[in-house]
């Protein structure tokens, strides 16, 4: 099939030069249009329910956040043999515990007995075992229970049956992913359309480098829409992200399973980020991750604004069908020792800066949703990422479990890159 975007056939894989040749003509072409392409559907207008409706809500939260891949945390926060956390990022508490053998697994944070959580704080290192605080069931790091307090009570009780029940865990470089359902392809799988341009990139030597985690008071896909397009660059950024990027040249790369990109050039080719002179660059890095920014979206809470120097990571939780998590988590390398460098302070607030933005919007956003003012999402070319990610979410779901108002009707496929 023929790449919609620029109008030539796509490599099979890699960020090599042919991609970034192609990748360039497409950003030139989107500099130089003065109307969609030949041939774009209209695209119906994103039913208003959709943002509102509870049924909806926990639809969609099964369907993406307990039967998909979700990002649940950086192997930095898992450094040693012992250490462990309570990621809540599906909705549900998943214990991820690094084992003596290295290995990262991941297990319900649920005693096998009556259901107490085994781990009660939130992260923690060193632990030989998790002794669960209600009747004192112990668990091995890999999951299995090595004991039960009075064992002379149970007359038909096989340990070998009561390990910790596991949760899918798998990684892309040091990023882990967990996934509630056994249905799901496996991670390599799901991710390979976009992160197959990801891997030249040293994912495995990335270091999580700031967390920062905030409650916003929207919905979930008012919080994600945000980051899927840059039409609202020239307004809501004029002093931030417009100076630095052209939205009209920002070129938009769909792929299958929902994932998408953008890539917004620099407006000076010459253009170098103040803040990130004197930083390690990343090896492996192309002119595409040099002078542009892909802004990657991966299905469906991911997004990633790949730098020459590293990567602000931002996932959205929905916490109610009103209220979200939003993390911004900065990937990229450090030295051995860790330290960082002293440009990262405010290379971090200068995000925030850019984040708190784009913020600002979403809680005003949300009083509008209830009412009747709000009647549905007329999207434009430029934002044809958010029509994909809502394509993709009644694909999971399944468009038949839907009232056919609640609907977005598939028009996008003949423009997704295979
Ligand atoms: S609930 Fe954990 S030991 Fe009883
Ligand atoms: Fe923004």
Known sequence: MRDRNTGTHPPPAGLDDATVARWKAGVQAERERDRP????????????????????FDLERQALWREG???????DQLPAAGSWLVTRRTGSPVLLIRGADDRIRAFYNTCRHRGAPVARADSGSG??????????????????????????????????????????????????????????????EFLAPAARFLRHLPLDALRLVHHRS??????????????????????????TTHRIFDHQGTSVHLWRHGHSMMLSPHRRDDWVDPGTVGMPEMTGVTEIDRRFNASYNLFPNLI???????????VI??????????????????????????????????????????VSFVEPIQASLDTAGFRGVPLNYQERRIYHWHEALDRRIGAHRLPPALRVQPVLEPWVTP
């Open 37 to 56: 392409p030949a041939g774009f559907p209209a695209l119906p207008p994103i039913p208003g329910a959709r943002y509102r409706d509870p049924a909806f």
């Open 317 to 358: 939780t929905p916490l109610a069908i009103d209220r979200s998590r939003l993390e911004v988590l900065w990937y990229a390398p450090l030295p051995a020792d860790g330290a960082r460098h002293p440009l990262w302070e405010a290379r971090i607030a200068n995000f925030d800066r850019i984040v708190d933005e784009d």
């Open 127 to 188: 632990a030989q075992s998790f002794t669960c605080g209600y009747h004192g069931w112990t668990y091995r790091l890999d999951g299995s229970l090595a004991s039960v307090t009075d064992p002379r009570d149970f007359t038909d009780l096989d340990p070998s049956c009561l390990g910790l029940v596991p949760v899918r865990c798998e990684r892309l470089g040091s990023l882990i992913f967990i996934c509630e359902s056994p249905l799901a392809p496996p991670l390599d």
């Open 214 to 239: 905030i409650e916003v008071g929207g919905n979930h896909k008012v919080v994600l829409e945000n980051f899927l397009e840059a039409y609202h660059f020239r307004l809501l950024h004029m002093k």
């Open 304 to 314: 990633l604004p790949i730098s020459a120097t590293g990567a602000p990571c931002v």
């Open 69 to 75: 891949w979700i990002h649940a945390a950086h192997t």
